[in-house]
T-cell receptor, first 113, second 114 residues
Framework: DQQVKQNSPSLSVQEGRISILNCDYT??????FLWYKKYPAEGPTFLIS?????DKNEDGRFTVFLNKSAKHLSLHIVPSQPGDSAVYFC????????????FGTGTRLKVLA | DVKVTQSSRYLVKRTGEKVFLECVQD?????MFWYRQDPGLGLRLIYF???????EKGDIPEGYSVSREKKERFSLILESASNNQTSMYLC?????????????FGQGTRLTVV
């Protein structure tokens, strides 16, 4: 049972345009959400996160939106750059009890120059 | 600078061998994790540990065991390697539960079982 889902396996965007990556979750106990970026043959690197008490968090070109009622979060990258081409994973956790991170299946973003 | 180090970038092992994957973190983190990454399946949690000698099964623990004798070191053991354990293995660590913080990953170990 996939608790965190990324339904788009891939996405192509022109350089300079907006990239929108989506993530859905099923467990209403999740209260902290993260986005990671991964290049081939490297470990994932943390990008941005959001607590369930917020609905938006921004860091430079990256913004994460959280819609708790829909159990949906999205990552916006504006403007997209060729160096953003990577696989993006969303992750969720429950910050009480046993603390572990559940990841989605990933979305491969390709930014076209 | 935070660091999670996995002992090998690439490993090739034979079917039936016992395989040890080592991970060390220098951040004094309480939590450590082992994931595997496979195409179309994302990152799946194998085991995690929230303290020395403490461990919990993740989503896919079958065929694996772990050891955490020291806070900084978390080992993943493949008792008898099989072809379907060919994968990218990723170790991560994070601070104590209850804090909003991210997990820090190592560079990964690409294991091929032949």
């Amino acid at each position: 049972d996939q608790q965190v889902k990324q339904n788009s396996p891939s996405l192509s965007v022109q350089e300079g345009r907006i990239s929108i990556l989506n993530c859905d979750y099923t467990n209403s106990m999740f209260d902290y959400f993260l986005w990671y970026k991964k290049y081939p043959a490297e470990g994932p690197t943390f990008l941005i996160s959001i607590s369930s008490i917020k609905d938006k968090n921004e860091d430079g070109r990256f913004t994460v939106f959280l819609n708790k009622s829909a159990k949906h979060l999205s990552l916006h990258i504006v403007p997209s750059q060729p160096g953003d081409s990577a696989v993006y994973f969303c992750a969720a956790s429950v910050t009480s009890g046993t603390y572990k991170y559940i990841f989605g299946t990933g979305t491969r973003l390709k930014v076209l120059a | 600078d935070v660091k999670v180090t996995q002992s090998s970038r690439y490993l090739v092992k034979r079917t039936g061998e016992k395989v040890f994957l080592e991970c060390v973190q220098d951040m004094d983190h309480e939590n450590m994790f082992w994931y595997r990454q496979d195409p179309g399946l994302g990152l799946r949690l194998i085991y995690f540990s929230y303290d020395v000698k403490m461990k919990e099964k993740g989503d896919i623990p079958e065929g694996y065991s772990v050891s955490r004798e020291k806070k900084e070191r978390f080992s993943l053991i493949l008792e008898s390697a099989s072809n379907n354990q060919t994968s990218m293995y990723l170790c991560a660590s994070s601070p104590r539960q209850g804090r909003n913080t991210e997990a820090f990953f190592g560079q990964g170990t690409r294991l091929t079982v032949v």
